[in-house]
Structure formats: structure tokens, C-alpha cells
């Protein structure tokens, strides 16, 4: 296996909106590479990237994947990514770990919801980017509409370097604006082209656009503005250098257009990205953190000590956990031993892989640039960083978002909770911005994703890879029950039957707390009413009393019980008596004390553009939020407010729809308030009816 050196790799993340055909346009390159033998359809399930079962069924991608191939002898790293809002993240971390973004766009469409979202992702990093104007061939393609769309939304450095011949279903070819040729290309699809003297129709729109691009060129260098006024054009090498230092320092960002479907226009792009994109070597300093959590900076070279970041993990149920890595420094070699730096464990590296999509192929070492993969590590996972034990540095890698629905979820077959615990800890080992756990107070199972479609595809997976077939129902909201004033009340448990009777008396007093108190119990008392030895049964009765609820069967809190007086008798009473005792005091007292009930209010930070507002505060107000301010944030507007949780449970589809898909959403809890009297009452007979459907059916 032939290893590459960092001048000799180009890491390129293709990312854009879904359905702009990321997917084929990375088959067409790897066809038109020699990689493949031929050019795969998503619609036959036959590419590269997109091999998951769910991906060749849903017919767009969900996951990360990796391909490569040669060009010019320089490796091309290709990270496909999806373009769906709820996977966006898996592109923002292909973004982490690559030196440029071809951002793709449909010509039919231009600019959208993911366009943009990618973009900040790849300024964020400071990416170079190629921007792909895919679909020529398609009806209502526009390379001119496209191009304005993009410019509007990103500036004036969106800069063509080719022009289509032909739009819709006449697209054939291409003219590049830097050497000024035109490409003719085959209609069967085998990416076969030749030269041909630029169309005599469009000879000046190509002169015109040929100008603007050496004018933008010569703009950034002195010294090429200057031969430009003396010689009034600059030469291809002369263009090629100035594109490639105005694209790394993204004051270009080079505008190429193609049909991947048809093949056309694909080895256009392979000259762009190995002519005029960033190597391995040349994407600046990289940061990390040392052992002593100090900044440090270093260079993406053989030479130096090494270091790699896992960026995305896969998991089967029968090869395992594989985890793909990108080399930031050093070289890595198989079967050998480095250290997890941000967990502060050793890992011992098994054969080192090459990835094609879904093919592996073992390579003895790999070097600083590169992408690769390894399977079965101890305890590594998306996130983490490998490095030498002599030199622990610690890559940092993205955060991921809140998550914005959640679902109950419980097997299907009875027995099955540690089946369904154990296949999602693999999944979230896939997928980080996966959440799963217990809720305390409802004792549900809860999962949450980025949308319903996230949870669904979770669901899939579980019961395709996994075997365990689960229900999910929307999550109960953890409401809690309190008092508004205090009262007396009186507990008295007396019964007998043959033997020993059951006795015990007490009287309480119960007080409200302020909110956040839980539960307080004091003991008030004297002379012996009650032996010591049955105090706690008291305590313990009241506990177990709360908890259970009064009104609708949550918890009650924020109150405190004085234990006042009580009675005992020397044979009949009991631990057990007590308690029975204390509950029936709970009971009393809960009924003159004015329970009602809880509910948990979120504090909200809501991020979409200005144009939105009116539409999000009017939604916000008939969810009962309260607006509590609003700020201006890089393009933005944020919302800061405080929502009932109950009115929060299925937001994120509400938001996407209002927003087309621009805004996001950051909640976490605040505090509890009492439910309005209205809402309670619902609440209240929805327990009631609940609780005797499950006695009914007991």
C-alpha cells in the first residue's frame, strides 16, 4: 500500500443541502480518478458513500463517510457528509478535519438552508472553499441564478473560474476561465472529453468573465497588478499562483460548474482541487492543548511527534467499533501503542486501514495528512484524541447541540432493557449527539435527537443491527405537586384481629417551603407521645406518602412537617403502624393545605434571522412562554425566554417550519411555577383515568 506524504494529500470535505447530489458528485470523482469502475447511482444504492442499508433506502445520505483516490499523485481524501438540518453536525466534524470545503450547490436551487449553515461551519474553521454548482443538466438549471443567489448570500469573492456550455438538458461541457479552453464531454456518461476552440457565441461572455477573474487575481499581489497594467493579462501559471494564494487566504472562493450524474465537467474539478487547494501541510499552525492544559501550536509534518483526532466511529454488531482518525502530525504505524489523551488511557492501535466507503484495506503506517481507520480500540471514541505517550496533546474537537425532541421509549418484548441499553451505547458511540437515559421522577427511558426523523432512524437501526424492537410515545412531562398554606392534620391507624392489633396516632403540622426546599420533617416532640424508636416510621411514612403524589400521582415538595403530638401502645404498636399512620396524616393535610400542581419552566435561547421574529414571538406567546429579552448575534437575532416544558415537547418540527429551517434552539431548566387551574384540572383527570386503566387492565 503506497503511503503519501502531507504535501501529497488534499482532505476535502464535500458539504452542502440535501438532494444538491454530494453523494454522486463524490462517485463522479472517484470514477473519473480510476478508484472505481464505475459511476455509482444512489437510486441503485451503488455508491461508494452511501452504504448504509438505510441510506441506499431512504436514497440520501445520513452518516459521514470516506472514500479516496489519485490524481496528478496527489491522494484526494473525499469526507461525503449529509446535507439534512438534523445531520448537520456530522458535517461540521468533517469540517474539523479537513484542509478545504467543496460546497455544493443545486443549480436548479442555489443557495439554501444547509448552504449557509455549512459555510459559517467552514469559516468558523477557516476553510478555503470550492463552490460546486451541481445539476447543470437539470430542467430549470441556471448557472447565472445560482451564481447571483451565491454572491448575494456570500459575497463578491464567490468567483466563477469556468462557465457551462449549455444549460438543462443542452449542458455539454465547460470553458475554463483561467487557461481559456473549452471541454466538450461524451453523453454516455464515461466522463470522455476533448478540447474545442470556445464556441464562437460565447466568446465574449468568456472574454468578459476571463477579465474579472485576472482583475480579482491581480487585485491581491502588487506585483501581478502591476503586470497586469503593463502586459494587460497575466499567464496561466501566473493566474494559477495568484488563485491559490487568494483562495487560501479566502479572498476567492472559486466557482465550478457540473452534471455529476451525467459525468460532465468531473475531471475539471480534480484539476481544481490538486491545482489550486491547500495540501495537508499548508493549512497554518494547529492547535491543541498540552498536558498541563497549555495553548500549543505545531506544523502538519512527518517530522513531528504524533497525533490524531477520532472524528467519526461506526459500530456493527459482528466486526465491531471502527473509528476513522485524521492525522494532524507524525506518523502512525499498526500494532502499536499510543495514548488516549483525553481520557488519559493507553490504547493500543490493531492493523491500521485505508478507507474506500465501506472497504477497508490494511497500511503498515500512515502519514501526517492522511485520513485512516482502526478498529476494535478499548475505550475510544468520536471526539478523542491519539497521540504519543511522550508528547500527550489534546486536539480539540466540536461540541455538539442540545437536543431538540425526545421520545419514551421501552422494548417490546419484556426482559429486553439491557439489550436496548447496550445497542444504543453502540449507536451513540456512532452518534454523539444521540442522547439516552433514565428520567428519575417518571422512571421512563428517554432518547433524544436533533428531530423525529434522527429518533426514527435510531429506531431502524435498533431493530435491523440490533434485534430489539421498541415503542416510542411522546415523554411525560415530570410535573410535581405542592401546598399554598399550611394545615393540621391528623393520622390515626387502629385495627385488630386475632393476636396483636395495629395501632398508632400522630398529628402534624404541614407548612409550605419556598421553591427548590423538597421536603423538611422536624420532630416537635415531648414527653414520650411517641417513642423514639418510632419517629423515623413517621419520617418515613410522609416520604413514602410524597411520592406517590396526591393530586395526579407526582411527587410533592417544597413543604415542611412538624410532628406534633401522638399516641402509642405498648403491645399494638409498630413501625408499621406509624407509617400507615403518617400517610393517612399526609392525606388529611394535603386536603386542607390547597395542593396543587407544578410545572417545570425552561429557560429558552432562540437563534433565528430577524426576519422570523414577529412570526417566533407571536408562537412563543401561545406556548405561555414569557420573552424575556432580545440580542443581536453574528447574523442573527436571539430570543431569551422562560416556556412551560410541557409546551416545548415538539418544538423543533414548529421552529423549522416557521423558519425554513434557519433557526435553532438552546433550552435548559429553570424552575418549577404553579400550573395554571385550568391546565391542572386536564392534567389532573388525565391522571385519574390513567391510573384506573391501569387497575382495570392489572
Not at 163 to 186: N, Q
Not at 239 to 266: M, Q, T, W
Not at 406 to 434: V, W
Request: charged share 30%.
Amino acid at each position: 500500500m503506497k503511503t503519501y506524504s502531507a504535501a501529497e494529500i488534499r482532505n476535502l470535505a464535500v458539504v452542502g443541502h440535501n438532494d444538491t447530489g454530494k453523494t454522486t458528485l463524490v462517485s463522479q470523482l472517484l470514477f473519473n480518478a480510476g478508484a472505481t469502475t464505475r459511476l455509482g447511482s444512489i437510486n441503485e444504492g451503488s455508491t461508494v458513500t452511501d452504504f448504509d442499508q438505510d441510506e441506499i433506502d431512504r436514497k440520501h445520505s445520513i452518516s459521514t463517510a470516506v472514500a479516496w483516490g489519485e490524481w496528478k499523485g496527489q491522494k484526494l481524501n473525499l469526507i461525503d457528509t449529509p446535507g439534512f438540518g438534523i445531520f448537520i453536525m456530522e458535517a461540521k466534524s468533517a469540517l474539523r478535519v479537513a484542509d478545504a470545503a467543496a460546497v455544493v450547490v443545486s443549480a436548479v436551487t442555489g443557495v439554501e438552508v444547509s448552504t449557509e449553515k455549512v459555510w459559517k461551519f467552514a469559516e468558523d474553521f477557516e476553510l478555503p472553499r470550492l463552490i460546486v454548482v451541481n445539476k447543470m443538466d437539470r430542467e430549470r438549471a441556471s448557472f447565472t441564478r445560482a451564481l447571483e443567489s451565491l454572491q448575494k448570500k456570500f459575497g463578491k469573492n464567490v468567483t466563477p473560474i469556468q462557465i457551462p456550455i449549455g444549460e438543462e438538458k443542452d449542458f455539454s461541457g465547460t470553458i475554463d476561465l483561467v487557461s481559456m479552453r473549452a471541454w466538450k464531454y461524451a453523453t454516455d456518461g464515461s466522463g470522455k472529453y476533448e478540447v474545442i476552440d470556445i464556441p464562437a457565441d460565447m466568446k465574449a461572455d468568456a472574454g468578459e468573465w476571463h477579465e474579472k477573474l485576472v482583475e480579482k487575481v491581480a487585485e491581491g499581489d502588487d506585483k501581478l497588478m502591476e503586470k497586469f497594467f503593463e502586459q494587460g493579462s497575466l499567464s496561466r501559471e501566473e493566474l494559477l499562483d495568484g488563485l491559490k494564494r487568494e483562495i487560501a487566504a479566502h479572498e476567492i472562493f472559486p466557482v465550478v460548474c457540473v452534471s455529476a450524474s451525467h459525468n460532465i465537467g468531473g475531471h475539471a474539478i480534480l484539476d481544481a482541487i490538486v491545482e489550486m487547494l491547500p495540501a495537508a501541510d499548508a493549512r497554518g499552525k494547529i492547535s491543541g492543548k498540552g498536558a498541563d492544559g497549555s495553548e500549543i501550536s505545531f506544523d502538519c509534518n512527518d517530522n513531528a511527534f504524533p497525533s490524531a483526532l477520532i472524528f467519526k466511529t461506526t459500530s456493527d454488531p459482528f466486526s465491531g467499533q471502527v473509528s476513522l482518525f485524521r492525522i494532524f502530525s507524525g506518523t502512525f504505524k499498526s500494532d502499536s501503542a499510543y495514548k488516549n489523551t483525553s481520557k488519559d488511557h493507553d490504547e493500543r492501535l490493531g492493523k491500521l486501514q485505508v478507507v474506500q466507503g465501506k472497504t477497508m484495506t490494511h497500511a503498515p503506517e500512515l502519514h501526517a495528512g492522511d485520513i485512516g481507520a482502526v478498529a476494535k480500540l478499548k475505550d475510544s471514541h468520536t471526539g478523542d484524541t491519539l497521540a504519543s505517550k511522550e508528547h500527550p496533546i489534546v486536539i480539540p474537537h466540536i461540541k455538539y447541540p442540545e437536543n431538540s425532541i425526545s421520545f419514551a421509549i421501552e422494548p417490546k418484548t419484556k426482559g429486553d432493557e439491557d439489550k436496548l441499553s447496550t445497542a444504543i451505547t453502540r449507536i451513540m458511540e456512532e452518534d454523539p449527539s444521540i442522547r439516552f437515559g433514565r428520567e428519575e421522577q417518571t422512571k421512563e427511558f428517554l432518547i433524544s435527537g436533533q428531530g423525529q426523523l434522527h429518533v426514527e432512524i435510531v429506531i431502524s437501526k435498533l431493530k435491523r443491527k440490533y434485534g430489539v424492537d421498541v415503542i416510542l410515545h411522546p415523554p411525560k412531562v415530570p410535573y410535581r405537586e405542592t401546598i399554598t398554606r399550611s394545615a393540621d392534620a391528623h393520622g390515626r391507624h387502629k385495627k385488630q384481629s386475632g393476636g396483636h392489633g395495629q395501632f398508632a396516632d400522630c398529628k402534624v403540622t404541614i407548612e409550605p417551603l419556598p421553591r427548590g426546599g423538597e421536603f423538611e420533617f422536624v420532630d416537635e416532640i415531648f414527653g414520650g407521645s411517641i417513642p423514639r424508636q418510632y419517629i423515623p416510621a413517621v419520617e418515613k411514612g410522609m416520604q413514602e406518602a410524597r411520592v406517590k403524589g396526591y393530586l395526579a400521582g407526582f411527587p410533592v415538595v417544597d413543604f415542611r412537617v412538624r410532628l406534633k403530638d401522638g399516641q402509642y401502645h405498648d403491645v399494638d404498636s409498630s413501625e408499621m403502624a406509624f407509617k400507615i399512620a403518617a400517610s393517612l396524616a399526609f392525606q388529611e393535610g394535603m386536603a386542607k393545605a390547597g395542593a396543587t400542581l407544578l410545572e417545570p419552566i425552561m429557560h429558552v435561547d432562540l437563534y433565528a434571522p430577524g426576519e422570523y421574529m414577529g412570526d417566533l414571538m407571536g408562537d412563543l406567546t401561545s406556548r405561555r412562554g414569557k420573552v424575556e429579552g432580545m440580542d443581536a448575534e453574528d447574523d442573527s437575532q436571539v430570543i431569551r425566554a422562560q416556556v412551560p416544558l410541557s409546551e416545548m415537547l415538539t418544538y423543533g418540527s414548529t421552529l423549522r417550519s416557521i423558519t425554513q429551517g434557519r433557526g435553532s434552539f438552546h433550552m435548559e431548566y429553570s424552575h418549577y411555577e404553579e400550573v395554571p387551574r385550568h391546565l391542572q384540572d386536564k392534567i389532573i383527570a388525565d391522571a385519574q383515568k390513567a391510573k384506573a386503566e391501569k387497575a382495570e387492565h392489572a
